[in-house]
């Protein structure tokens, strides 16, 4: 079984900055391919950024291209999300996947374990 925990959420003014992390427990963290998706409230859950296996290959939503960099630490079974001049729009639960290839990685159907989620909210 694989747990998931994130950390890092919270209130932030419009232009600040968060990072968001994600803890992986029990199997080999550098198998899984890592994504972060949002959910705003009355909307569905939409795919924020995804690693592959080291941080060479990284892949993000188009609009958030420049503004959030994800990255992760294979010895500390972590993943991150800076998240940069953020906009009241950015308000989410934010969420940290594994799964087992990037094929389709901006689907949610392709992450097979997700965490509990970590509130951002940003005031304008």
């Known amino acids: 079984q694989v747990h998931l925990v994130e950390s890092g959420g919270g209130l932030v003014q419009a232009g600040g900055s968060l990072r968001l992390s994600c803890i992986v427990s029990g199997r080999t963290f550098s198998m899984y391919v890592m994504g972060w998706f949002r959910q705003a409230p009355g909307k569905e859950r939409a795919f924020v950024a995804a690693?592959?296996?080291?941080?060479?290959?990284?892949y993000y939503a188009d609009s958030l291209k420049g503004r959030f960099t994800i990255s992760r630490d294979n010895a500390k079974n972590t993943v991150y999300l800076q998240m940069n001049n953020l906009k009241p729009e950015d308000t989410a639960v934010y969420y940290c996947?594994?799964?087992?290839?990037?094929?389709?990685?901006?689907?949610?159907?392709?992450?097979?374990?997700w965490g509990q989620g970590t509130q951002v909210t940003v005031s304008s």
């Open positions: 690693v592959g296996r080291s941080s060479g290959n990284t």
């Open positions: 996947a594994a799964g087992q290839t990037l094929s389709r990685y901006e689907t949610s159907s392709a992450y097979n374990y």
